[in-house]
């Protein structure tokens, strides 16, 4: 089975949260890293591995608030440097384009199992001689499941901080390699 590498230039993993229950902050990683074993003729077959550096997360729009997700309140990036995904199952549908990838996420040590809805957005050759795959899936968590329990009330009634996250994730993988007959 072909075996790629995430181009951590080309992918991004992003979350966005609802802010004061009235709009949506948002925010990402600048180091992604992983494996892909992808088989375009069996889909099913295929899996993935992703490693997110915490402190690599880009700006929300503010340093305090990128600061305070940092902090032990949050991500706790002093104790726990990365994030991980790893798939268990890949579930095909719509003639291979799109999936159900369901795989172990762990935040803070702490592991669930999640489902991200994925497409296949194609195969190209670089201008380099390589070839790339993109993807792209999204995904929703509770935030509290991971141990992200820090909020505050409003004196308006409701939370500073949403419990849903929404996780987008585009990628891009490189081949480096071809299976092997045996």
């Given at each position: ?138 995904t929703k968590i509770n935030r509290e ?26 990628a891009e993988a490189i081949l480096v ?6």
């Amino acid at each position: 089975m072909p075996v790629y590498k995430l181009d951590s230039t080309h992918t991004a993993a992003e979350f966005s949260a609802r802010h004061m229950m009235i709009t949506t902050v948002r925010g990402g990683f600048k180091t992604v890293n992983g494996t892909l074993n992808y088989d375009p003729q069996n889909p099913a077959n295929s899996s993935v591995e992703a490693v997110i550096e915490t402190n690599s997360m880009s700006s929300t729009g503010l340093d305090q608030r990128d600061g305070h997700l940092k902090s032990a309140d949050f991500l706790d990036v002093a104790n726990y440097p990365t994030i991980t995904f790893k798939s268990t199952k890949v579930e095909p549908y719509d003639n291979n384009t799109r999936a159900k990838v369901t795989g172990d996420l762990t935040i803070r040590d702490v592991t669930r199992s999640v489902v991200l809805d994925v497409e296949f957005l194609g195969e190209a050759k670089s201008p380099y001689g390589h070839t790339a795959i993109g993807f792209t899936g999204t995904t929703k968590i509770n935030r509290e499941d991971f141990g992200l329990t820090w909020n505050m009330a409003l004196e308006t009634g409701g939370w500073l901080v949403g419990k849903e996250i929404t996780i987008n994730v585009d990628a891009e993988a490189i081949l480096v390699a071809e299976a092997q007959p045996a």
